[in-house]
């Protein structure tokens, strides 16, 4: 492949892919697949493979944290860390129970645990509720797009352990709330380097290594006919009347 361009890659890569899924599943999957940069997909989702079948996704709150009522919000916004909700639709309804095992799914991710609202016809309810202001409490709920009977989980720390740990969490919560629907299949095409430009990387990588490859090539074909032997006309001639 000559004078590879970052789109040259993707449609080969992706070509590929959807053979494979066709061949093997039997599943249509249609390039070219959408494309998010890393830095988009880690806040958007906190992970960089994320599961696209479900539209549940992080929200940003770290420029409210700074000037919230909550300390742990705060500090962690001040400290240069980020905060993430996530809006678990329709788990308002679960046990108390059932919560703390979302703190400690957090906890075994890394995390100190898990702070948590209920969506209710009052407003929003839970242990953190009394560090907001009323004013505080309602722009949550709308950043978070809260309806009744809605859960909104948060985490707060600096950006690698809030990822590490929201990231899983939507998954989990996906199969928790039968959002990730076995057997159906969404592609991404998302690089898998931190850096924007790895596909721009891996293009220029991909001729690099076919010019390496032109020029051993002449190389060899310079040096083998250097080493063969040069013999005169008179000398051919000679030989043939002979």
């Not at 420029?63 to 308002?92: D, L, M």
């Not at 209710?120 to 709308?142: H, N, P, V, Y």
Request: aromatic share 8%.
């Amino acid at each position: 492949m000559s004078f590879v361009e970052p789109a040259d890659v993707w449609g080969a890569v992706e070509g590929s892919i959807a053979a494979g899924f066709q061949a093997a599943f039997g599943v249509d999957l249609k390039p070219p697949f959408p494309r998010i940069p890393y830095r988009e997909t880690m806040r958007r989702f906190g992970i960089d493979k994320p599961d696209l079948r479900f539209a549940m996704g992080l929200v940003d709150l770290t420029a409210f944290a700074r000037n919230c009522g909550f300390r742990v919000f705060k500090e962690a916004a001040e400290k240069g860390g980020i905060v993430r909700g996530i809006n678990a639709s329709g788990a308002g309804a679960w046990s108390r129970k059932d919560i703390d095992a979302l703190g400690t799914f957090a906890q075994e991710h890394g995390g100190k645990g898990l702070a948590w609202l209920r969506v209710t016809d009052a407003g929003l309810d839970g242990s953190i509720a009394k560090f907001f202001t009323d004013g505080e409490r309602e722009a949550l709920r709308e950043a978070c797009a809260g309806r009744v009977g809605d859960l909104l989980l948060f985490g707060a720390g600096d950006e690698t352990t809030v990822n590490g740990v929201m990231g899983p969490l939507r998954h989990h919560l996906g199969d928790k709330l039968g959002l990730r629907t076995p057997g159906s299949f969404v592609a991404l095409g998302s690089p898998s380097s931190r850096s924007s430009n790895a596909t721009p990387r891996l293009a220029r990588s991909i001729r690099r290594t076919t010019r390496s490859r032109r020029r051993a090539r002449w190389t060899w074909r310079s040096s083998h006919a250097r080493s063969r032997p040069i013999r005169s006309r008179s000398a051919a001639r000679a030989t043939t009347s002979s």
